[in-house]
């Protein structure tokens, strides 16, 4: 199993430009989620997803929007960056039920200028 | 919403000495405490995690503690080794998919 992957691994945008961050786990996982990673701020969660068909806003939504169309994939995405956008996002998947692992991809960093 | 403070933000040890890291956090419904590492350029790694029905909870040289009535939890590693420098993460759950996390502590173990 490759797990959760994400891609691109960097990527520099221009103010107003959008761009897709993709991700994908192959352990046929029902919930995915997408989180930012800022300095002294810890991971704060951004959408969510519970299954192919459901998303749900988290903590930071504003200015990302987000597809579920399959179990394998949850795309986000930026239709107007900005630079308080600048950050470093996390996919994570997790099986359904109670006390489950969440799993990390690698990461995206990402630059607004 | 759920607010997590970790403390503290940065702690260096000598190896083989003992780390704690201490989370407080503020809905009293929270029931799922999970501790995640982080190594450079890598996403965030769970490596123990407790529900709020067990105070206590080990797995080889790591620990947790869970205080409900204070709403605090701690982390614990003992004998620690240059690998286990990294950042560290509490978080909490009332569900178990919306995780809310601690700032992090970069926990460095000198040689």
């Known amino acids: 199993n490759a797990g959760v992957t994400q891609t691109p691994k960097f990527q520099v945008l221009k103010t107003g430009q959008s761009m897709t961050l993709q991700c994908a786990q192959d352990m046929n996982h029902e919930y995915m989620s997408w989180y930012r990673q800022d300095p002294g701020m810890g991971l704060r969660l951004i959408h969510y997803?519970?299954?192919?068909?459901?998303?749900d806003q988290g903590e930071v939504p504003n200015g990302y929007n987000v597809s579920r169309s399959t179990t394998e994939d949850f795309p986000l995405r930026l239709l107007s960056a900005a630079p308080s956008q600048t950050s470093v996002y996390f996919c994570?998947?997790?099986?359904?039920?109670?006390?489950?692992?969440?799993?990390f991809g690698p990461g995206t960093r990402l630059t607004v200028t | 919403g759920e607010n997590v403070e970790q403390h503290p933000s940065t702690l260096s040890v000598q190896e083989g000495d003992s780390a704690v890291i201490k989370c407080t956090y503020s809905?009293?419904?929270?029931?799922?405490f999970p501790w995640y590492k982080q190594e450079l350029g890598k996403g965030p790694q769970l490596i123990i995690d407790i529900r709020s029905n067990v105070g206590e909870k080990k797995d080889q040289r790591i620990a947790v503690t869970l205080n409900k009535t204070a709403k605090h939890f701690s982390l614990h590693i003992t004998e620690t080794q240059p690998e286990d420098s990294a950042v560290y993460f509490c978080a909490a759950s009332k569900q178990d998919y919306k995780l809310s996390f601690g700032a992090g502590t970069t926990v460095t173990v000198r040689a």
């Open positions: 994570a998947s997790s099986p359904t039920g109670s006390g489950n692992e969440q799993y």
């Open positions: 997803s519970v299954g192919a068909g459901i998303t």
């Open positions: 809905d009293s419904a929270s029931n799922y």
